[in-house]
Each structure stands twice: as structure tokens, then as C-alpha cells.
């Protein structure tokens, strides 16, 4: 039981820094002195975690004799960690709660071993059954699918609730990963030949060039020679709504982490990468150099008309701009961010979106994208834009489907 108790005990500092602000799936070089099937048994662990949190605590509330909020920060995320492991894991019941309780002893807080012990052998004893949940819809929905109750009525109440069915589901899958073929270097059939026989389990997307990994190999040969790069379908849907092709002069003005420009570079278009942040710049420049492509990567703030930029005379311009992330199945955590946490970006979108259409000459082609299904952040920039500049939509979507993380595309062409 030592190498689970260490997996145990990795898995507990990764739930508490990603309950600190950090991204979880940031921290998994964290585990590296784990062994294999520890370092699975840890990874399934935390995100399980965090992506049931909310389901956890409706059942810990249902054992408890104080509120949540007055349980010491170790003794709750150990509770949540033995119910997890007893409701979603395939862990016999009793290393469950032993190993709970020898983890709070190891934490040094060795007096609530007894609660914790009490608390998930009564929950056994119960049949494991998550208790039932006074409240409507999407109250109920919220602790079905640990998706915040405000965050269902907002996305309910903008698209429907078969939409937001649909989004929940999503959020509630594991994440599968898509790749981009690398035209430049080969074609998807004999990407799929090569990857096949790297012991790989590819399968064709549904987007043109687009493959569904079964397992990552990022240590193959296939990508290290950046016959491929890591991009989900709607964000490659967003690439290709811009239509790209040689002769293009096209402005990604946030594009770290460079995915949407790398596939429009691909189709022959000349692409210039702006990413505010130098780190993350340099990250675009590294998966360039990897892809054999000729992206002209540039430190800019997308909020500031950049003179030297017009004078590239870009023909086309994608502005993916920051936002809430609230379509994003690959960070569990980020469905928990307060929506009051947010109320502030709009004004950054609309700034940057309003700044990017400088650039472009009538005729010219704007998108505006998101990886969000709040409307404030969709919708609600594109309508106040287009009613203030003279530009018509030509293409607007709101992706909600079972393969696609959500995302707004909205392609406008200046008059």
C-alpha cells in the first residue's frame, strides 16, 4: 500500500494547488516520480476531483454536522478524495477509508481521522447513493453533471436546455485528443499509416484533416518531425471558417497557443502570430520551428492599433480574443469561476475586436471566436460591433456538440 498511499498523497497537493488558482492540467509533471499505474491511479484521481466537486459536496453536506465552509482545507479535500474513490473509482471500499484516514494522520491532522472515518463508512453503509436533491431543474442538473446551477439558467436560458444538454454532456466526457495533419509534410492517409504503426490508435476526424488520437505519443517520431499539431475540432473549425489560401496576409492577433495559426499557415496563407506575453510567444515560435512552417511570430497588444502591422497590409484578420472559457471540457475547474469573476471582459473583447478591424481594407474578412457559450461574450460583441462599424455578417455559429468543446465563430466583411 506504499505506492498507493504515495500516489494518494501526490494527487492531494495537486487538487490543493489547483484549488489554489493553478490549471490542472499544468501540474501533472508533478507525479513524475510516481510509478505508471500510480501516476494513472493519481491523474484519474484529481480530475475526477475537481470535475465531480460539486456532486462530492452535495453528498459530504448530506454526512455532515457542520457546513462545509468550517472544515479545515486538508480535511475537506481528503473527504472528497475518499468519495471520490468510493463512487467513481474502482477502489474496494476499505482502502478507501483506510487510506483516507492514514493520509489526514500523514497531513497532521491526525484528529479528524475519526470523522473521516465515520463520515465515509456511513456513506457505505447507505449503499453509496447520492442523496436525492431538493430543487428544480437545474438545480438537480447541477449536481448531476458538478456544473454550477447559475452557470445552467444563464447557458439555459441564451440557447435552450437541449443545448445546454448537449453542453453539459460534453463538459461531462473525457477529452478526447484531435490533431491537425501537417500538409505541409504529408497527407492525412499516410499520417494515419504512420501513426498506426507507431503503435498508435488513430481514427479520421470529422473535419477535413483532422485525426482522433486514442492515446497521445508525443514522444514519436510523427511529431517530433511535426508531421501534426494538437488542436481541438472547434478551434479547427474556426481556422477553416477564415477560408485561408496562398496569397492570404492574415493577422492571428491572439493566437497563442498558435493552433488556428498553424492551419491556416498550412493552407499557404502568410500568417503574422501576435500573443501579448513574450513566454507565450516564444511557445509559438517553438511548435513553428517543430512544424517546419513560416508563421512571423509577434509581441503585441491587441487592445493598441499597431502602425507597423497595417503596414503588412493583412487582408484578413482573426481575433480568437480572451475570454470566460466556459466551453472548455479540457479545465474541469474553470466551470466553477464565479460568473461576477468575468463581468469585466466583455469591454476587453469588444476594445480588441473594435482595434483589430482597423487593420482591414473594405472587403476585407473579420472573425470574431470565442471558446465560451456566454452570450455576453458572443453574441452580445458582435451585434453592439456591428451596429457601430460597417461591416455584415456573413457566418455566425454557436457550437454545441457531443465532439466539440463550445465555441462562438462569428466572419464579418468590412463594406
Known amino acids: 500500500m506504499i505506492q498507493k498511499q504515495t500516489a494518494r498523497e501526490a494527487a492531494y497537493h495537486w487538487i490543493r494547488s489547483v484549488e489554489d488558482g493553478a490549471y490542472s492540467n499544468l501540474l501533472n509533471m508533478g507525479i513524475n516520480f510516481l510509478s505508471e499505474e500510480d501516476?494513472?491511479?493519481?491523474?484519474?484521481?484529481?480530475?475526477?476531483?475537481?470535475?465531480?466537486?460539486?456532486?462530492?459536496?452535495?453528498?459530504?453536506?448530506?454526512?455532515?454536522?457542520?457546513?462545509?465552509?468550517?472544515?479545515?482545507?486538508?480535511?475537506?479535500?481528503?473527504?472528497?478524495?475518499?468519495?471520490?474513490?468510493?463512487?467513481?473509482?474502482?477502489?474496494?471500499?476499505?482502502?478507501?477509508?483506510?487510506?483516507?484516514?492514514?493520509?489526514?494522520?500523514?497531513?497532521?491532522?491526525?484528529?479528524?481521522?475519526?470523522?473521516?472515518?465515520?463520515?465515509?463508512?456511513?456513506?457505505?453503509?447507505?449503499?453509496?447513493?447520492i442523496p436525492p436533491v431538493d430543487g428544480?431543474?437545474?438545480?438537480?442538473?447541477?449536481?448531476?453533471?458538478?456544473?454550477?446551477?447559475?452557470?445552467?439558467?444563464?447557458?439555459?436560458?441564451?440557447?435552450?436546455?437541449?443545448?445546454?444538454?448537449?453542453?453539459?454532456?460534453?463538459?461531462?466526457?473525457?477529452?478526447?485528443?484531435?490533431?491537425?495533419?501537417n500538409i505541409c509534410k504529408t497527407d492525412t492517409e499516410h499520417l494515419l499509416e504512420k501513426l498506426t504503426a507507431e503503435g498508435l490508435e488513430p481514427s479520421m476526424g470529422p473535419i477535413?484533416?483532422?485525426?482522433?488520437?486514442?492515446?497521445?505519443?508525443?514522444?514519436?517520431?510523427?511529431?517530433?518531425?511535426?508531421?501534426?499539431?494538437?488542436?481541438?475540432?472547434?478551434?479547427?473549425?474556426?481556422?477553416?471558417?477564415?477560408?485561408?489560401?496562398?496569397?492570404?496576409?492574415i493577422l492571428d492577433i491572439c493566437a497563442a497557443p498558435g493552433g488556428k495559426s498553424f492551419t491556416m499557415a498550412e493552407k499557404g496563407a502568410q500568417v503574422i502570430a501576435c500573443e501579448l506575453y513574450e513566454r507565450r510567444a516564444g511557445l509559438i515560435i517553438t511548435e513553428n520551428i517543430r512544424l517546419g512552417l513560416d508563421v512571423d511570430v509577434v509581441v503585441n497588444d491587441g487592445t493598441v492599433y499597431n502602425k507597423t502591422l497595417a503596414g503588412r497590409r493583412p487582408n484578413k484578420v482573426?481575433?480568437?480574443?480572451?475570454?470566460?472559457?466556459?466551453?472548455?471540457?479540457?479545465?474541469?475547474?474553470?466551470?466553477?469561476?464565479?460568473?461576477?469573476?468575468?463581468?469585466?471582459?466583455?469591454?476587453?473583447?469588444?476594445?480588441?475586436?473594435?482595434?483589430?478591424?482597423?487593420?482591414?481594407?473594405?472587403?476585407?474578412?473579420?472573425?470574431?471566436?470565442?471558446?465560451t457559450v456566454m452570450p455576453d461574450e458572443n453574441e452580445g460583441i458582435t451585434d453592439k460591433f456591428l451596429r457601430e462599424h460597417p461591416f455584415d455578417k456573413d457566418l455566425e455559429k454557436v457550437i454545441f456538440a457531443d465532439d466539440r468543446d463550445g465555441f462562438y465563430i462569428c466572419r464579418m466583411i468590412k463594406r
Open 39 to 129: 501516476k494513472k491511479f493519481a491523474s484519474k484521481l484529481v480530475l475526477t476531483c475537481i470535475e465531480r466537486r460539486l456532486t462530492l459536496e452535495h453528498i459530504l453536506k448530506a454526512y455532515l454536522s457542520r457546513p462545509i465552509h468550517k472544515l479545515d482545507k486538508p480535511v475537506y479535500t481528503v473527504l472528497l478524495m475518499g468519495l471520490c474513490q468510493l463512487v467513481y473509482m474502482n477502489v474496494p471500499d476499505s482502502a478507501a477509508v483506510n487510506e483516507s484516514v492514514k493520509l489526514i494522520k500523514k497531513l497532521r491532522h491526525a484528529s479528524a481521522g475519526a470523522m473521516i472515518n465515520g463520515v465515509l463508512r456511513s456513506f457505505i453503509r447507505d449503499g453509496k447513493v
Open 136 to 181: 428544480d431543474e437545474c438545480e438537480k442538473l447541477s449536481v448531476e453533471y458538478s456544473v454550477p446551477t447559475e452557470l445552467i439558467r444563464k447557458v439555459s436560458g441564451a440557447y435552450g436546455m437541449d443545448n445546454a444538454m448537449i453542453w453539459l454532456r460534453r463538459l461531462d466526457m473525457t477529452d478526447d485528443t484531435y490533431i491537425r495533419t
Open 208 to 249: 477535413e484533416n483532422s485525426i482522433k488520437l486514442g492515446k497521445t505519443g508525443f514522444d514519436k517520431p510523427s511529431f517530433t518531425d511535426g508531421l501534426y499539431h494538437v488542436q481541438g475540432l472547434s478551434s479547427q473549425m474556426c481556422a477553416d471558417a477564415m477560408g485561408a489560401s496562398k496569397g492570404d496576409i
Open 318 to 371: 482573426l481575433c480568437d480574443v480572451p475570454c470566460s472559457g466556459y466551453g472548455v471540457s479540457g479545465k474541469p475547474e474553470i466551470r466553477y469561476k464565479p460568473l461576477d469573476s468575468i463581468k469585466d471582459l466583455p469591454e476587453l473583447q469588444y476594445k480588441i475586436l473594435c482595434t483589430s478591424a482597423e487593420y482591414l481594407p473594405s472587403g476585407g474578412t473579420l472573425i470574431y471566436s470565442t471558446c
